[in-house]
């Protein structure tokens, strides 16, 4: 034993994993470390195969870490992996030991690899269990969320590319029944896997149901692209409506992430959700860059008119925060000054009638970008002012029971 491991080993006891194995274990059942019953890291054999023979090859990122399989094999010629990658062998656990990889669950058991042996990430523990223990078994263990937890206790390496040991698996003392009675609990746990993943399914489905529902009520709220308008509705542009006012330009050289005396936080398209968001991504800028007319007001909506994403530009959404901030260049302010309400016209901004309108507006290759002139020209549906009321109260209602949903 290595001045190394016993050094693990004494660290493992106090607090730890350790501490909970002390409790009295069922008849037949024994206490074993990890390395008495699986090889950690075992040699690799001398393979002798032609350069292009396909080979079974997984990196890190096809492993699903949710369901701890492995979920996209990929082939690779043997002569480009059979150096510097791990080995691994039909039935062998791959146990990622770098972090975050390591916590969030990378661990898998390899299956169906070609030839019955192949190679992956050199972030990979590789355990292989002898004839008396099953895979499933040791897999099933290794993942819960206590002994990842407990393993973070024990990394070693730079912050950022900490990685979990060989000796922490040799050494981890584990419950081991007899193999009648893991077969029997593997059969329990893969039942009721399966039920968790019928369940995450069926939530899933449900969740993209609810994700759905903003948008039909918003074709229930507004007149559809093409039909009449209700009674007492008109049609008016945004610019009988409101005022447009462009982001702040400002400086590189004047850019703080950080707040300094006499600076204005700003806004920009990353800090448009379906709320403005401003605990977050703010850069600060002196206050002589802003003019008073560019200071957000409660009611003002901001809208991104310059982006690389062409789901971005014409995103906006309504400001209801009483604060000190403005909007940067690839931004504008729309405010609303007469007969519209700024949470009607915010609301009208998500619909299907001002979408179209954005799709055919937006210009640019690498960069989408809409027009003051011709924002200032979008027609929009306007109901009386009570009915206004009236639909925001509705889609208030609807949308906040979509957030709870």
């Not at 950080?258 to 204005?264: A, D, K, L, M, W």
């Amino acid at each position: 034993m290595t001045a190394r491991m016993t050094a693990h080993i004494i660290a493992m006891r106090p607090g730890g994993w350790e501490e909970r194995m002390d409790k009295p274990l069922p008849a037949g059942w024994r206490r074993v470390r990890l390395g008495e019953v699986c090889d950690i890291n075992p040699a690799r054999p001398n393979l002798q195969f032609p350069d292009d023979r396909l080979t079974t090859f997984i990196p890190m990122r096809a492993v699903d870490d949710e369901n701890g399989v492995i979920a996209n094999v990929e082939e690779k010629p043997f002569g480009v992996i059979k150096k510097g990658y791990t080995y691994f062998q039909e039935d062998d656990i791959l146990f990622a030991k770098i972090t975050p990889c390591m916590q969030n669950g990378k661990h898998a058991i390899v299956s169906n690899s070609m030839g019955g042996f192949g190679f992956g990430s050199t972030e990979f523990h590789v355990i292989r269990c002898s004839q008396f223990i099953l895979s499933q078994w040791i897999h099933f263990f290794l993942r819960q969320p206590r002994i990842l937890q407990d393993a973070t206790r024990y990394f070693s390496g730079a912050v950022g590319q900490q990685r979990v040991p060989d000796s922490y698996l040799l050494e981890l003392r584990i419950p081991l029944p007899p193999l009648d009675e893991q077969q029997r609990i593997v059969a329990i746990l893969n039942e009721k896997m399966a039920a968790v993943q019928q369940a995450r399914r069926a939530a899933e489905e449900q969740l993209r149901a609810v994700q759905a529902l903003p948008a039909a009520y918003l074709r229930q709220a507004f007149p559809q692209p093409g039909q009449p308008l209700p009674a007492g509705w008109r049609r008016v542009r945004l610019g009988e409506v409101c005022e447009l006012i462009r982001g702040v330009s400002f400086d590189k050289s004047a850019v703080n992430t950080i707040y300094f005396s006499g600076s204005v936080p700003i806004l920009r398209a990353g800090n448009i959700g379906e709320s403005l968001i401003i605990d977050k991504d703010l850069i600060w800028i002196p206050r002589e860059y802003i003019s008073q007319q560019q200071y957000l007001q409660i009611g003002d909506i901001v809208i991104c008119i310059s982006s690389g994403s062409p789901s971005v530009v014409g995103k906006s959404a309504i400001n209801e925060n009483d604060f000190l901030a403005s909007v940067g260049a690839f931004c504008g302010i729309i405010r609303p000054i007469n007969d519209i309400l700024a949470k009607y016209l915010s609301y009208w901004m998500r619909s299907e009638d001002f979408i179209i309108w954005r799709d055919l507006q937006a210009r640019g290759a690498n960069i989408q970008n809409l027009r003051f002139s011709e924002i200032f020209k979008i027609s929009i549906p306007l109901p009386p002012l009570d009915e206004q009321q009236r639909i925001v109260a509705i889609l208030n209602e609807k949308m906040a029971a979509v957030q709870q949903a």
